[in-house]
């Protein structure tokens, strides 16, 4: 370009540094930098971040930190790039404190980290066996950030021990609170995946979050799932499940339910018993009604809405 007469631009000597950054010919980025700035053009944030992501490949994190320190005195401001490339450096070299730091400063300053950030973060510390971090870390990506579409919870659930195992039921209720069912599905397919056998908690959580956003072929497929596995659904997600059902016309379905809670338990909850009353008085459903009424009278329970309906 020179001897064309062209004076090269910033991002002409950008792409020639990030090349070199990227072929480990460090010496040739650095020179092109000098270079650079004594024909008084500046670098940017694109050249710093390339020279810092070289260093860091080569594992020369003191000199690339030094590099961001005269990016910040220079007043430019690093992005995502390359903060993820120095919390990258910092879990490689085992220094997880530090890349913490860099992980909350990067919010502070307004950058949201991506899937590329949390994934760094996580495997670092589940390589330094702090998997317990490794889950709250995403779980504060859940319930501090948006959700990126593509994180990858198996590295959450893959650490799970048992007694861990609360952690991967809270970020299902997360995402069911949220409605985003999804991202719940997924999560609930991973445990599969993994042999980590659902219980009675994360079916409760997942029939009902799909109930609620109207999935409620999926929520009883679900629940079909849940009792083939032995499991009693608690009262309130069966009164959930079964007003989705009604709601949607699934009648077949709705009735399969309450043959099931009829035949399987004794009814203990006056609300359940009220839900079930009305609903089958609606559709006719007498049989179902009075088998209802049978068990709650043996159980001292009554439906608040039943006192007068039926006391006439």
């Not at 072929?23 to 710093?48: C, H, N, W």
């Amino acid at each position: 370009m020179a001897r064309k007469g062209l004076a090269p631009d910033v991002v002409s000597y950008s792409t020639i540094i990030s090349g070199f950054s990227r072929s480990q010919e460090l010496d040739k980025a650095f020179d092109t930098k000098r270079e650079m700035v004594e024909k008084g053009v500046l670098p940017d944030t694109i050249t710093y971040s390339s020279l810092i992501h070289g260093l860091c490949e080569q594992r020369r994190i003191t000199e690339a930190c030094e590099l961001f320190q005269e990016m910040l005195s220079r007043g430019m401001s690093p992005d995502e790039f390359t903060y993820t490339t120095l919390i990258n450096a910092y879990c490689t070299e085992g220094d997880i404190p530090q890349a913490l730091r860099l992980h909350d400063e990067m919010i502070q300053k307004g950058f949201l980290p991506d899937v590329v950030t949390y994934s760094v973060l996580i495997n670092g510390l589940n390589k330094q066996a702090r998997t317990m971090e490794a889950k709250k870390l995403l779980l504060k990506l859940f319930y501090d950030e948006s959700v990126p579409s593509d994180v990858i919870y198996n590295t959450l659930i893959e650490n799970c021990t048992n007694i861990e195992f609360q952690n991967v039921a809270a970020l299902l209720k997360g995402f069911c609170m949220k409605g985003l069912m999804n991202e719940a599905d997924r999560v609930f397919e991973l445990m599969l995946q993994r042999n980590h056998m659902p219980n009675e908690a994360v079916y409760d959580i997942i029939i009902h979050g799909h109930s609620k956003v109207g999935n409620v072929q999926r929520a009883y497929d679900l629940y079909k799932k849940m009792v083939r596995s032995g499991f009693v659904p608690h009262t309130v997600t069966i009164i959930v499940l079964v007003k989705a059902l009604h709601t949607a016309g699934m009648n077949e379905e709705l009735s399969q339910v309450i043959e099931n809670i009829l035949r399987s338990c004794r009814l203990t909850d006056a609300e359940l018993a009220k839900v079930l009353v009305e609903i089958n008085h609606k559709e006719g459903n007498m049989d179902a009604v009075l088998n209802v009424l049978t068990e709650m009278a043996k159980d001292g329970l009554l439906p608040n809405s039943g006192r007068s309906t039926y006391g006439q």
